[in-house]
């Protein structure tokens, strides 16, 4: 099991189960939305996450039509995003984690869109969108 939460604590999550792989997104949207160079996500199933505390604080925004980014209202971390048309499938920003993980990124997309002041320094796929799945 996995937890997490956001940075006043008022939310906390649970995932029963295992991370899908982890992505480095460097579109303009999730830049914006993370203050930082790129967002971390990892894909999880909605069956394997519980909401254990702050299902009030729970806001989200519809970045692009069907696209919801969840966050907590009274501190603004971003926690996951989920897509309707996709309802099996939630995203996790997973700097949210409480718990240590030894997963490690697997792909950096939307590298066609990065910010010019960043430089990837790793050797992991880099893709100029999302890859085909």
Sequence with gaps: MLSGSCLCNGVQYEIQGELGDIMQCHCQKC?????????????????????????????????????????????????????????????????????KINNKPSSHIFVGSKAEWFDICDDIPQYEERPAV
């Design 31 to 99: 830049r914006k939305a993370n203050g930082s160079a790129f967002a971390t996500n990892a894909g999880i199933p909605t069956t394997a996450f519980t909401l254990v505390q702050g299902t009030e604080l729970l806001a989200e925004y519809e970045s692009t039509p069907g696209v919801f980014r969840v966050f907590c209202k009274q501190c603004a971390s971003p926690l996951y995003s989920r897509r309707p048309h996709m309802p099996e499938l939630l995203r996790l920003r997973i700097g949210t984690l409480d718990t």
